[in-house]
Structures are given as structure tokens and as C-alpha cells.
């Protein structure tokens, strides 16, 4: 029934089961510019509600931007750890939660929210919709990036007007996703949240109910 | 520099490729279970901020829910449709927009607002990530859909409250996506909306900036 043969579909499964929400192990090699651009060509093959395609990509090397979205990260990651108690407190300072300044490139993904293509279909009654096209970008560059060899990382410890102010995103536009690209040294096999112990991957079962919610 | 072969990174970009919102052409061949969880395996494979998997699917078949979800499409569609004018109405009248009734499995897919794994880690200063993941795993199993041979189609044209009454989901949930998925006598060249001139494909570059903000 399908037109992928049993080796192209292995790899699609391969390459959702083997991303990784990478933070460290990025390693120094340049990225090419054509292999940039493939893995954000695989971004604007998204799904788009109205084919609006609302997803901006703002590309940033510069050491002055990413050492001011990393304080933001330190702020905020102080915050958030000073907010749990004891052994959980320390087990969070161990984590590595951020590759800003050691992935060569940084990529603010942000959203259109009233976007000039599209004529407005499907976004009347959830407008929404326009982010979570944005989202399924996001997840193409992830995949892209994992069979090119490179690491991506979502960091969502930020103050998102900070990174508005920073890069000078306008009020229509949402911020959905700061992320750190860069060749890495490896894919751990699970995800460090797992390694760590900070949390278990839930058995399928557990999310997946018929015909009604059913909750977990 | 990657572990996967030539062979296998152009499967990834071609499922990226050849993925399509899949309104009509859906066929009767029934499912398998075995499939169905292939895909839904796929989704629980997503990035999930704090590793906190807030995604919920709920699986639906029953001819009385797709029936009242078909209903308020209807509904909904009407009054999307007498909000254009002239030439553009009559262009989005004549849309396919959804496959509701004629696809075998509807799935809801809802995001826990406040999800019990996690420990809350990631979401201090953009809580809105999780419904990110949500939607990351959407994108997984429109892939692996692909891949498989089916087709996913989803419909944001409905009134959220009549799908959480229709299916009892809680407050604390939000309803992200409403899919159709099926086998499919076949699959566009290019996207329905595209074919059919509601909208055009935008060259990647014009979405594309460097450094800061960039208007389209």
C-alpha cells in the first residue's frame, strides 16, 4: 500500500526514534550554508493551516546576541531551580538544559500570528492553528538535522521578551522557539531527562484512549 | 559526518516532501492495529519539554461522534465561507476541506495543560511548550503516516467546545488537533490549496533572516 520501500520507511522510524533534544556534545565543525538551508527547506515543508506558512527564521552567529539570550537563560535558570526543594534542586543545577553559546548557530523560530498568506482559512474559530504550523516546521528541521548528523536543542528556559527585544521581533509575531544547532559528537540513546533519572518515558498505553478521554 | 546513508536521509526528506494534508481521496481499506500504533508510536517518540509527554490521543470510530463532529464542521464551515466575498467565496465553497465521515479513524489529539510528568521543568517562563510538543508529535505521526501508505488530514474548521462536550475532555486539557487518517487512493503532487490557487508556496528566503527581524 505504500510507496516507501521497507528500507526508506526504517529510516523515517529511525530517525523519530533517534532524535534527540541535543544541549551538549556540539562539537566546532562549520555547518554549510546548503546544509543550513536543506534542513530549513525541510521547515518550510510543513503542513500550514490556508497553506499561510507563518514560520520566520531568524539565523544568529553573533556572539553579542547569544551571549544575551544566554544571561537570560542563566536568570531564569536560577529562577527555576530556586523554586524546588532539596534533592530534586540539586539533581535540576545538574542538568545541562542549553548549548546557546557552544552550538555554532542559534535559530529563533517565531510565528506570524496574523499572516499575510492564507486568506485567513481555518483560523477562524482556533487561530491557534497558525502556531502549531510553526511547530510542525520545527520538528522537520529536528528530523532533517538528525540525518544530516546535526544536534538541534529546544531551550525554553528564556524570558521571551528579552529574545523579542534582542532580535526586534515585532508584537504580531510569536516567539515559539529558540534553538541551538550544531554537529555533535554523538546521539545519546535515550533522552538526558531519562539518563538523569529526572523522568520516565511512559508506556504508549498509558496516553492512547477510545472514543472518549480516558485520564492517564 | 551521519549515521544514516544517503538512502536513508532521502527517505526522510521525500516522507517531508510528499506528506499532504489529506482531505479526500480517503478509501475503505481497513487499518490495522498493528499500524495504527506504528504511528501512534511515532507521536510518543516527540521532544516533550521536561520530558513531560502531555500529549493525549484519542482514538474514534463511532459513526455518532464523527457524525456530531462532522455537524459542527458543517456548522462552522458556513459561517468561514459567508465571511469572504464574491469569487473568493465561491473559490472556498468549492474547497474539500475535511474527511470526517469518509475517513475510518478520527483522532483527537489534546494536550494536557498541566502534565504530571515532568516536575514542571521547562515550562516556568513558556508554558505554552508543552502544547509545542503536542503538536511535534502530530507532525511524527503525519510522517510515519506517509510512509505507511495513509493519509492525515487535519481539520481546524470545528468549534472546540462541541469536540470537548462530543468527547468529554476535562478543563485541564486543550483540544490541539482533530485528524482524519486513512489509506488514500493517493497522494497531490502539490499541496490541495495550491492545486485548487487559494494560495501559493512562498520561496523559502523570503521566511528566512539573519541576525534580527526581518518583514516578509
Redesign the interface.
Known sequence: ????SE???A???????A?R?VRSHFID?AVSDETL??I???G????S?????P????????DT?RKAVHASFVR?NE??AA??ADE?AAQ?RA?R?QGILTAPINICV?S?ETP???????????P??A??ST??A???M???A????LGIG?V?????EIVRTT????AH?EI??YLCLG?TSGFAEH?D??EAG?????P?ES??????????
Open positions: 500500500m505504500s510507496d516507501f528500507i526508506e520507511k529510516a523515517v522510524y529511525r530517525a523519530i526514534a532524535r533534544d565543525t538551508m536543506r530549513l527547506a525541510a518550510h515543508r510543513a503542513p493551516v490556508g497553506l499561510s506558512q514560520w520566520r527564521f531568524i539565523i544568529i552567529r553573533s546576541t531564569e529562577r527555576a523554586a524546588y530534586r535540576y542538568l538544559l517565531v506570524d499575510p498568506h492564507g486568506h485567513g482559512l481555518g483560523r477562524r474559530t482556533m491557534q492553528t502556531r502549531y511547530v510542525c520545527i520538528q522537520n529536528w528530523l532533517a538528525r540525518v544530516e548528523g529546544w525554553s528556559i528564556l524570558d521571551p532580535l526586534q521581533i515585532p509575531c515559539v522557539a554537529y533522552p531527562l531519562e529526572w523522568e520516565q518515558r511512559m504508549l496516553v492512547v484512549a477510545y472514543e472518549s478521554y480516558k485520564p492517564v
